[in-house]
C-alpha cells in the first residue's frame, strides 16, 4: 500500500506530464521505494486481465483484483478504465462512475468507447442530460461501425435519457422492501411470480446448492433453478426450498408463470433448442414432470423466454424472438381449442410490441391488464415495465403506461407481477442500496396521491403565527384504486366424513349460458381459488362422482371493487333425504318466469338425472318473508312447478319428478315478517332446491 508521502510525489509526477499525461504508470522508477508493492499490484493487474481478456461475463471476476491495483496506484487512466467498463457489467453499476471519470480526466482518448461509456455511467445516475451530452460524442465514432445495431442501440439510449427527464420529475408514491433472506442470497434472484391470493411465491435463483451444483461455463454463473416459499400468517415468507428434480433439471429451468389457483407453472428450459416453454401441475403435493407447451408456442433454434396465463388458463401469452415479428422480442397469444390443444400464435401488434424487446410478460388476474417488459415505449433506460388493458368494446389494447419512477429506473426493471388486490407488485432490482447480494426480489407497495400536510389541532393553527409549529400530522395515505374482480377460494370435503375432496370446479358465464372454465382443486389439500373478472353474472358448479353437485352463484357488476371471498364447500353424497340449493335458478321478479340466466344450472340438472336414471326428486320452490303469506305461498309453487316442466319438457319422465312449494315456512335465516334484513339476507331466502327421494 503506498503511503501519504508515496501519493504526493506521485501526483506532482502526474501534474508535471502536463495535457498529455497518461496518469501514474506502475513503473518502478516512480515507486522505487515501495518495490514489494508495486509487485503486488502488478501482479494483481495480471491476475484481473485473466478474467477481462475472457469477456464481459467475467468482469465481475476481475474487480476484486484491479480494485488492489488501484488501492495501491489510484492514477492510473487504464485501469480505471477498466474498473469503470467492468462495474457497468456488474450489479455494483454505481461504482463505475468514478473510475470512469478518473480515465477521462487523466487520458480523454484512453478508448473509443470512454463517451459511451461514461453516457451509460450518468444515465444510470439519472444524469440525463450529461448522459446525453457523452452519447453524443460517441456519435462520431460509432457512425464508423459497420454494425447498424450499433447505431441503433446509440440513438435508443438518447432517446431513453428524453424520457428518464420526463418521467423522474413526477415520481409516484411507493414503498420497496427487499423480501429478506428467506428469499434473497447473495447470488441471483429474480423472475418471481405469485398465487392471486399471494399466498405463494415461486422464483428462479443461481445460488449454490443448485441441481447438478455446476457452474454455467459461458455465463460464469450457477446453473438457475426454480423456488418456492409460502406466506406465514404474519405477512413473512418461509425458507425458500428446492422444488426439486421434477421441475429443476442439470440445466437453466426458469418459473415464467403460475396459474391464479397456483396448480400450474409454466417454465422456460434451456436444454432445448435456444430455450423453450414447458407446464407443470401440481397433482396433490407433488409437482408432475415438465409437459412441453408444443409446437404453436415453441418454434425451433428460437427463444421463447417467458409466458402468463390468461385467469380462466385458456388463452396463454408469451415471448417470442421467432422470425416474423415486430422487434428483436414480441408479445403473442395462443388459445386453447376444445381438445386442450394451444391454437396458432397471434402477435399482439404494434400497440405493444416495438422494433426493440419485449419481456417478462404478466397478465393481471382480472384478465385485462397486462404488465411487460419494453427497451422501446417510453422506456428511462434498458427496460422498464409498462401496463396495457384490454377493453373487449373495441377489441384493442390501451396505449402502454410506464409504471413510474422510482419503480422504474435507468437500469434494468423486468419481470413484475402483481397481486390480485393491485397493493403490491414484485420484482428483480439491483438498483437498490439494500441488496443481499447480486439481484434481489423487492415487493412494492402501491399508495395513492400524496395528501396536503395538516395540523393536528387548533392550538398548532394559532401558534403558527408567533413560532414555527412543531407537531405535524401528515394525513392518511390513499390506497391506489382496486382491481375489479373476485377471488373465491376455499376447501371442498365430504358433507359427513370431512375428508379432502379433488373435484371439478365448473364457471359458467350465465347470461351466455357457456362454460368459460374448469379448474380442479387439489387432490390431497381439497383447495380451490378462482378469479372472477367484474361483468359477468357467474354460475359456480361443483362436481364430483357420486355427489350431488354444489352451485354458488356470483352476479360482479363492472363497478365491482376488489373483494376476496372464502367459502368452504362440503359436498353431499347422493343419498335419500340428501338436499342441495340450486343457487343458479332465476326467476322474474314476482313471477315464476324463468330467466335465461337460468339455463345452465337446470341442464346441469338434467345430465344429473339422465346419469342416474334411478333418481327421483323433489324441487321445491321458497320465497322470501316480504309480502303475504298467501301470495308467497302461491308464488313458491308456480316457481317449483315451472322447473319441473322445463325437466319434463327435456326428457326426464314427469313421474320422476315432484314440485312443492314452501312459501316463507323455511327460512335459512331470521328474516321473518317485523324483522329489519338486508337484501342480501331475503336473497337467501328466495332458493330453488331439490331432495333425493329414490335413487
Avoid at 268 to 289: A, H, I, P, T
Avoid at 674 to 680: A, H, I, L, N, T
Amino acid at each position: 500500500m503506498m503511503t501519504k508521502i508515496h501519493v504526493l510525489i506521485a501526483a506532482c509526477l502526474l501534474s508535471a506530464v502536463g495535457a498529455f499525461a497518461q496518469g501514474i504508470e506502475f513503473d518502478k522508477d516512480i515507486f522505487k521505494e515501495d518495490k514489494d508493492g508495486l509487485k503486488l499490484a502488478k501482479d494483481n493487474i495480471k491476475e484481473g486481465d485473466k478474467f477481462y481478456e475472457q469477456g464481459a461475463v467475467f468482469f465481475k471476476e476481475a474487480i476484486p483484483f484491479y480494485e488492489k491495483a488501484d488501492d495501491f496506484n489510484p492514477n492510473n487512466a487504464l485501469l480505471n478504465y477498466k474498473l469503470g467498463e467492468c462495474y457497468l457489467y456488474s450489479v455494483h453499476k454505481s461504482k463505475a462512475k468514478g473510475h470512469l471519470e478518473k480515465a477521462f480526466e487523466l487520458q480523454p482518448s484512453i478508448h473509443p468507447k470512454i463517451n459511451f461509456y461514461l453516457g451509460q455511467a450518468h444515465h444510470l445516475n439519472n444524469e440525463f442530460d450529461k448522459a446525453i451530452t457523452f452519447y453524443s460524442k460517441y456519435q462520431g465514432a460509432v457512425m464508423q461501425d459497420p454494425d447498424p445495431s450499433a447505431r441503433e442501440d446509440l440513438m435508443l439510449r438518447i432517446q431513453q435519457c428524453g424520457n428518464g427527464k420526463k418521467i423522474i420529475e413526477k415520481p409516484i408514491r411507493v414503498f420497496i422492501d427487499n423480501l429478506g433472506p428467506n428469499i434473497n442470497t447473495k447470488y441471483h434472484e429474480y423472475g418471481a411470480v405469485i398465487s392471486a391470493d399471494e399466498s405463494v411465491i415461486i422464483f428462479t435463483s443461481r445460488r449454490e446448492g443448485s441441481t447438478g451444483g455446476k457452474i454455467d461455463p459461458v455465463l460464469n454463473e450457477y446453473y438457475e433453478d426454480l423456488y418456492i416459499s409460502t406466506k406465514n400468517a404474519d405477512g413473512t415468507w418461509t425458507a425458500a426450498q428446492n422444488m426439486g428434480e421434477n421441475v429443476n433439471t442439470k440445466d437453466h429451468d426458469a418459473v415464467s408463470a403460475i396459474s391464479a389457483d397456483g396448480q400450474r407453472i409454466i417454465i422456460y428450459r434451456g436444454d432445448s433448442g435456444m430455450g423453450d416453454l414447458f407446464e407443470c401441475v401440481l397433482e396433490g403435493s407433488e409437482w408432475s414432470k415438465p409437459e412441453d407447451l408444443g409446437n404453436k408456442i415453441n418454434t425451433k433454434n428460437f427463444q421463447e423466454p417467458s409466458a402468463c396465463y390468461s385467469p380462466d388458463g385458456n388463452t396463454l401469452y408469451f415471448v417470442s424472438e421467432a422470425p416474423g415479428g415486430l422487434g428483436k422480442h414480441d408479445i403473442y397469444l395462443s388459445k386453447r381449442d376444445d381438445k386442450g390443444k394451444w391454437g396458432p400464435a397471434e402477435n399482439l401488434g404494434p400497440t405493444i410490441n416495438t422494433k426493440y424487446k419485449e419481456d417478462g410478460i404478466y397478465l393481471h388476474p382480472d384478465g385485462k391488464t397486462l404488465y411487460f417488459g419494453s427497451e422501446g415505449h417510453t422506456s428511462m433506460g434498458d427496460m422498464d415495465i409498462f401496463k396495457s388493458v384490454f377493453d373487449a368494446t373495441t377489441n384493442k389494447w390501451s396505449t402502454p403506461e410506464n409504471l413510474g419512477y422510482p419503480v422504474n429506473t435507468a437500469d434494468q426493471d423486468a419481470f413484475f407481477v402483481i397481486s390480485a388486490n393491485g397493493r403490491h407488485g414484485y420484482y428483480m432490482s439491483s438498483a437498490h442500496q439494500d441488496n443481499l447480494g447480486l439481484r434481489d426480489l423487492y415487493m412494492i407497495t402501491f399508495l395513492g396521491p400524496e395528501k396536503k400536510m395538516v395540523l393536528n389541532n387548533e392550538d398548532n393553527l394559532l401558534a403558527s403565527a408567533a413560532a414555527p409549529v412543531k407537531e405535524i400530522v401528515i394525513a392518511p395515505v390513499v390506497i391506489v384504486k382496486e382491481a375489479q374482480l373476485t377471488i373465491l377460494k376455499g376447501v371442498i370435503s365430504d358433507y359427513l366424513t370431512n375428508d379432502l375432496l379433488e373435484a371439478e370446479i365448473e364457471i359458467v358465464d350465465n347470461q351466455a349460458n357457456k362454460v368459460i372454465a374448469t379448474f380442479k382443486s387439489n387432490s390431497k389439500t381439497g383447495k380451490f381459488l378462482v378469479s372472477l373478472p367484474a361483468g359477468k353474472n357467474y354460475g359456480i358448479a361443483v362436481k364430483k362422482d357420486q355427489y350431488l353437485f354444489h352451485s354458488e352463484n356470483f352476479d360482479i357488476p363492472n363497478t365491482a371493487a376488489f373483494q376476496e371471498v372464502e367459502k368452504n364447500i362440503a359436498l353431499k353424497k347422493l343419498s335419500v333425504g340428501s338436499k342441495i340449493v340450486l343457487r343458479n335458478i332465476f326467476f322474474d321478479l314476482d313471477k315464476a318466469t324463468l330467466r335465461v340466466e337460468s339455463t345452465a344450472e337446470l341442464n346441469r340438472l338434467i345430465v344429473l338425472m339422465n346419469e342416474v336414471p334411478t333418481l327421483k326428486i323433489e324441487l321445491g320452490g321458497h320465497t322470501d318473508s316480504q309480502g303475504s303469506d298467501t301470495h308467497n305461498q302461491d308464488l313458491s309453487e308456480r316457481r317449483a312447478a315451472t322447473v319441473v316442466e322445463y325437466l319434463t319438457k327435456a326428457g326426464i319422465s314427469a313421474d320422476r319428478l315432484k314440485s312443492a312449494g314452501y312459501g316463507e315456512t323455511q327460512l335459512v335465516n331470521g328474516c321473518s315478517n317485523g324483522v329489519k334484513c338486508s337484501d342480501v339476507q331475503h336473497q337467501e331466502n328466495r332458493r330453488t332446491e331439490f331432495k333425493v327421494l329414490a335413487f
